[in-house]
């Protein structure tokens, strides 16, 4: 089911280069949606709208609200909140109405009115720069007790082009939010989430990116059922976490974060903060 053709408030977008990397992603995340029992959903990361026309396809979900930065600039680090209503009609003529939020999810706190059930959050997390903790307690406020998180985000741990000297983030983008800039392992990813008011319960390796060359090999020893191989040879990380009590406030850093009183949402004088090392 690709969407590379839809309109968005009338205009005709053409999406065909972002599917050809992440179609196969998109479906896997539907499948994931439907095993999860999600109906109400509220999407981070709306732009480029390719997930959020993946969604009013299928037909099976609601798109409570969107959230994306809509402020065009080279350094977006404080964007002022703002609301814009969206109209999404696929190629099949399915249409969805909707509200955008536009906001730094790491700066800013907010409020999204409506009873979502569920909130993704895919390939999201590894372009924040400074505060991850504040998108997911943003998350953990917009969802009733009993709601679910869906996250996925790039493996930190696996293997990169073992026989060749090459740098472990991609090259250095015009757009600050554009560029990949920590990649997380499985274990600081789960603590991050945990602190946030969350249970964890469904960490996966992921692989629904296409591979070519000698990497294909690569593919084939992630299906491997061992934690080892699946650390090492998937690309992605997958998350489903159910909210658990209201948290406003962290008792600890998680261990992605280095010590420092400045900290925001973090209790002042609470331990933990280990600095986890990047593979």
Request: hydrophobic letters at 35%; glycine letters at 8%; one cysteine or more.
């Amino acid at each position: 089911m690709k969407q590379t053709n839809f309109t968005v408030n009338g205009e005709l977008l053409d999406r065909s280069r972002y599917g050809t990397y992440h179609d196969r992603r998109m479906e896997v995340t539907l499948e994931t949606l439907r095993g999860m029992g999600a109906k109400r959903v509220i999407e981070l990361g709306g732009h480029p709208w390719v997930m959020t026309a993946h969604l009013v396809e299928s037909g099976e979900f609601e798109v409570c609200a969107t959230v994306s930065a809509e402020e065009v600039s080279y350094w977006p680090d404080d964007i002022p909140l703002a609301q814009k209503s969206y109209t999404l009609t696929t190629a099949s003529g399915r249409e969805a109405s909707f509200v955008n939020y536009s906001a730094n999810l790491e700066r800013r706190r907010f409020d999204i009115p409506g009873q979502p059930d569920t909130v993704i959050a895919c390939e999201i997390l590894e372009h924040l720069v400074r505060a991850p903790h504040v998108m997911l307690l943003n998350i953990n406020s917009w969802l009733p007790v009993g709601g679910k998180l869906l996250l996925t985000t790039p493996n930190g741990a696996q293997f990169k082009n073992p026989l060749r000297v090459k740098a472990p983030f991609p090259g250095y983008r015009c757009h600050l939010y554009e560029r990949h800039q920590y990649l997380y392992t499985m274990d600081g990813l789960v603590d991050l989430i945990s602190l946030c008011g969350f249970k964890v319960t469904t960490a996966n390796w992921w692989d629904v990116y296409s591979r070519g060359g000698m990497a294909k090999l690569y593919g084939l020893l992630g299906k491997i059922p061992l934690r080892w191989f699946r650390e090492r040879f998937t690309k992605s990380l997958c998350i489903i976490a159910e909210k658990t009590e209201t948290v406003n406030e962290l008792s600890r850093l998680p261990r992605v974060c280095l010590p420092s009183p400045d900290w925001e949402f973090v209790k002042r004088g609470a331990p933990g903060g280990a600095g986890e090392p990047m593979e």
